[in-house]
């Protein structure tokens, strides 16, 4: 039987995508690309804004339009919150636990022909065991973590995703070195609160985590999908210090550059911490890219809020910003605060964020013409290959070579945005 699957939002649902891409795969079914016909159609949803509720949605009912006779699998955080969805079509539902179990639930359909339901509770579960031995691409994800406990006031996620719970140490090893060995050099730590990892065991946590992954053998760069200012303890900043595996970017939420704000949504620093911790990490790494996610028009946010936000945005220099306007959740703490913005408000301070997030990324990809980068290739185009740098510079090189299995040492010539233009590789790498 033939199989696609749609993935909506984050790096996890990506990760656990392939996860279940893996399971049929191993048992059987063959994939097909979404614009093709399927036996079988899963879609794994996102339920982080509005905007990704309504995504899921209309995600659903084409997939059902384009294979009206399909099986068809609904999971992940839009199916865990709504618990049941009621569309004619959807076959199989379930949330965040169970996706290790996928033939088993296309088994029990295909033996049944009855509605499976099994979403369930998530607020006290147990790691699920997953594992992939390979990503069929040079960069490759490594879940070690699901569930966040931190409840910012405009967070769904930890009612989706449930409590914090953590890979065992010796599955993460396992999987990395599979990974290796299927030839990936770059590996992708990724989780809903991936600093947090390890809080529930005794004495193994993740600065213990990264010690032991850099000791790998053939193991190129390690990545940090995002972490938390306040889990950038010394003990990360050490490792981040003695060893160049782990790559120069960071990618740090912010979500506010107002203090009061910060209060209001419950995080945990304020702006003096969140800088003092970025200008640590400077003294380490003078190169560093560090990206960042902010959240503009949180209910009560005023003009002086906003403000305060682009100022210490700039004051810290981030090189991109992922951009949020505030999206009004069921059933957390900010929606229940007063002085909710209008929608035309939150887009004309998302718009200048954007703005400003343009202009940071130029003046950092401006920074490293003349210099000679290393480039992991990830895919190419009729005129040479296109890949990233450790600071996460997306590089397209001229060049006839268009192996995407061997490294690159690439001159910056010129930007052009998004891309950094790169020379032809060179014989010397200079480190920067």
Same mark, same amino acid.
């Given at each position: 039987?033939?199989?696609?699957?749609?993935?909506?939002?984050?790096?996890?649902?990506?990760?656990?995508?392939?996860?279940?891409?893996?399971?049929?795969?191993?048992?059987?079914?063959?994939?097909?690309?979404?614009?093709?016909?399927?036996?079988?159609? #899963?879609?794994?949803?996102?339920?982080?804004?509005?905007?990704?509720?309504?995504?899921?949605?209309?995600?659903?009912?084409?997939?059902?339009?384009?294979?009206?006779?399909?099986?068809?699998?609904?999971?992940?955080?839009?199916?865990?919150?709504?618990?049941?969805?009621?569309?004619?079509?959807?076959?199989?539902?379930?949330?965040?636990?169970?996706?290790?179990?996928?033939?088993?639930?296309?088994?029990?359909?295909?033996?049944?022909?009855?509605?499976?339901?099994?979403?369930?509770?998530?607020?006290?579960?147990?790691?699920?065991?997953?594992?992939?031995?390979?990503?069929?691409?040079?960069?490759?994800?490594?879940?070690?973590?699901?569930?966040?406990?931190?409840?910012?006031?405009?967070?769904?996620?930890?009612?989706?995703?449930?409590?914090?719970?953590?890979?065992?140490?010796?599955?993460?090893?396992?999987?990395?070195?599979?990974?290796?060995?299927?030839?990936?050099?770059? #590996?992708?730590?990724?989780?809903?609160?991936?600093?947090?990892?390890?809080?529930?065991?005794?004495?193994?946590?993740?600065?213990?985590?990264?010690?032991?992954?850099?000791?790998?053998?053939?193991?190129?760069?390690?990545?940090?999908?995002?972490?938390?200012?306040?889990?950038?303890?010394?003990?990360?900043?050490?490792?981040?210090?003695?060893?160049?595996?782990?790559?120069?970017?960071?990618?740090?939420?912010?979500?506010?550059?107002?203090?009061?704000?910060?209060?209001?949504?419950?995080?945990?620093?304020?702006?003096?911490?969140?800088?003092?911790?970025?200008?640590?990490?400077?003294? #380490?790494?003078?190169?560093?890219?560090?990206?960042?996610?902010?959240?503009?028009?949180?209910?009560?946010?005023?003009?002086?809020?906003?403000?305060?936000? #682009?100022?210490?945005?700039?004051?810290?220099?981030?090189?991109?910003?992922?951009?949020?306007?505030?999206?009004?959740?069921?059933?957390?703490?900010?929606?229940?605060?007063?002085?909710?913005?209008?929608?035309?408000?939150?887009?004309?301070?998302?718009?200048?964020?954007?703005?400003?997030?343009?202009?940071?990324?130029?003046?950092?990809?401006?920074?490293?013409?003349?210099?000679?980068?290393?480039?992991?290739?990830?895919?190419?185009?009729?005129?040479?290959?296109?890949?990233?740098?450790?600071?996460?510079?997306?590089?397209?090189?001229?060049?006839?070579?268009?192996?995407?299995?061997?490294?690159?040492?690439?001159?910056?010539?010129?930007?052009?945005?998004?891309?950094?233009?790169?020379?032809?590789?060179?014989?010397?790498?200079?480190?920067?």
């Amino acid at each position: 039987m033939k199989f696609n699957i749609y993935t909506l939002g984050c790096k996890v649902n990506t990760y656990e995508s392939n996860v279940m891409r893996d399971h049929l795969n191993n048992h059987g079914y063959q994939e097909v690309s979404v614009d093709e016909i399927a036996d079988i159609s #899963i879609i794994n949803t996102c339920a982080v804004t509005n905007a990704a509720d309504h995504k899921s949605m209309k995600t659903i009912k084409h997939a059902i339009r384009q294979n009206p006779n399909a099986i068809i699998v609904v999971c992940g955080c839009f199916a865990q919150k709504e618990k049941q969805i009621e569309i004619e079509g959807v076959d199989i539902i379930f949330g965040n636990q169970g996706k290790s179990n996928i033939v088993d639930y296309i088994e029990e359909y295909k033996n049944q022909h009855q509605k499976i339901e099994k979403v369930t509770a998530i607020e006290h579960v147990c790691f699920e065991p997953m594992q992939l031995n390979n990503f069929n691409r040079t960069r490759a994800f490594v879940k070690i973590q699901d569930g966040c406990n931190n409840f910012c006031t405009y967070c769904i996620i930890p009612y989706t995703r449930g409590n914090v719970r953590s890979k065992k140490r010796e599955d993460v090893l396992e999987e990395v070195r599979q990974l290796v060995k299927h030839g990936h050099k770059e #590996i992708v730590l990724t989780g809903i609160h991936t600093g947090n990892y390890g809080s529930e065991f005794e004495n193994y946590d993740f600065a213990n985590l990264l010690q032991d992954l850099i000791t790998i053998d053939g193991l190129e760069r390690i990545r940090i999908s995002s972490i938390e200012i306040t889990e950038l303890n010394d003990r990360v900043l050490e490792v981040l210090q003695k060893s160049k595996i782990l790559v120069d970017h960071l990618h740090i939420p912010l979500q506010s550059g107002s203090n009061t704000v910060l209060k209001r949504m419950n995080r945990k620093y304020d702006t003096a911490y969140f800088i003092d911790k970025i200008n640590q990490i400077r003294h #380490i790494r003078p190169n560093i890219s560090i990206t960042t996610d902010v959240i503009t028009g949180f209910p009560g946010e005023t003009e002086e809020e906003f403000q305060q936000t #682009i100022d210490t945005i700039r004051t810290i220099r981030f090189s991109k910003l992922h951009v949020f306007p505030y999206s009004k959740r069921e059933g957390t703490a900010a929606c229940r605060l007063p002085n909710h913005l209008d929608n035309g408000i939150k887009k004309e301070r998302a718009r200048k964020l954007i703005a400003l997030s343009k202009e940071l990324e130029m003046d950092y990809m401006k920074q490293f013409i003349g210099h000679i980068v290393e480039v992991l290739p990830e895919t190419t185009y009729e005129n040479g290959i296109i890949g990233h740098t450790g600071n996460y510079l997306l590089v397209k090189i001229k060049t006839s070579n268009q192996n995407l299995e061997k490294k690159r040492n690439v001159k910056i010539e010129t930007v052009n945005y998004p891309y950094c233009i790169g020379s032809e590789e060179v014989d010397d790498f200079i480190k920067i």
